[in-house]
T-cell receptor, first 114, second 114 residues
Framework: DSGVTQTPKHLITATGQRVTLRCSPR?????VYWYQQSLDQGLQFLIQ???????AKGNILERFSAQQFPDLHSELNLSSLELGDSALYFC?????????????FGPGTRLTVT | DQQVKQNSPSLSVQEGRISILNCDYT??????FLWYKKYPAEGPTFLIS?????DKNEDGRFTVFLNKSAKHLSLHIVPSQPGDSAVYFC?????????????FGTGTRLTIIP
């Protein structure tokens, strides 16, 4: 158990809909990262938040947005969903300082768009 | 543009022998490297990391070697155990450039044969 929790575990929705994925980081971790793993592909970085502020952006679509709340949990919002958005979405967290940069991953949310 | 490459999609090793997983990278700004292990339906689990100021890091049965001039790293698992059967991802980041996001390889599926 990495200490990172993600809900829901599975999500099935229709094209055009909007969903919210939730992540709670490990206790003490200030950084939260979101990654997408599509079928037969490696993990692709989407976005990073550090202590409530956006820190880095990767290949995140404009239809997707994220935020990190004062209690450090994070939400990834996916809107106008398309079939191609079906993927595993992972959240990771890290201390991101004091020489410790390992990221610890949650179990993921499997999103299926039909 | 695949900046982190794992050229062997799969590897089979006899139990008790050494497993060697390889990874190559192209971005010279990468200065921190990690290996993750992933079981089906779970998030990646952090195994071991290495900073570019080192060329070797050991943790129990796992050793990571870094050859900066060749832009190559490898993970050695000795002795290999059946529980090591999983997909292994190498990942890299450019911490000295303030970039903590991880760039992942596409993974190598390791199968340990009893």
């Amino acid at each position: 158990d990495s200490g990172v929790t993600q809900t829901p575990k599975h999500l099935i929705t229709a094209t055009g809909q909007r969903v919210t994925l939730r992540c709670s980081p490990r206790s003490g971790d200030l950084s939260v990262y979101w990654y997408q793993q599509s079928l037969d592909q490696g993990l692709q970085f989407l976005i990073q938040y550090y202590n409530g502020e956006e820190r880095a952006k990767g290949n995140i679509l404009e239809r997707f947005s994220a935020q990190q709340f004062p209690d450090l949990h994070s939400e990834l919002n996916l809107s106008s969903l398309e079939l191609g958005d079906s993927a595993l979405y992972f959240c990771a967290s890290s201390v991101a300082d004091r020489g410790q940069y390992e990221q610890y991953f949650g179990p993921g949310t499997r999103l299926t768009v039909t | 543009d695949q900046q982190v490459k794992q050229n062997s999609p799969s590897l089979s090793v006899q139990e008790g022998r050494i497993s060697i997983l390889n990874c190559d990278y192209t971005n010279s700004m990468f200065d921190y490297f990690l290996w993750y292990k992933k079981y089906p339906a779970e998030g990646p689990t952090f195994l071991i990391s290495i900073s570019s100021i080192k060329d070797k890091n050991e943790d129990g049965r796992f050793t990571v070697f870094l050859n900066k001039s060749a832009k190559h790293l490898s993970l050695h698992i000795v002795p290999s155990q059946p529980g090591d059967s999983a997909v292994y991802f190498c990942a890299a980041s450019a911490l000295n450039f303030g970039n903590e996001k991880l760039t992942f390889g596409t993974g190598t599926r390791l199968t340990i044969i009893p």
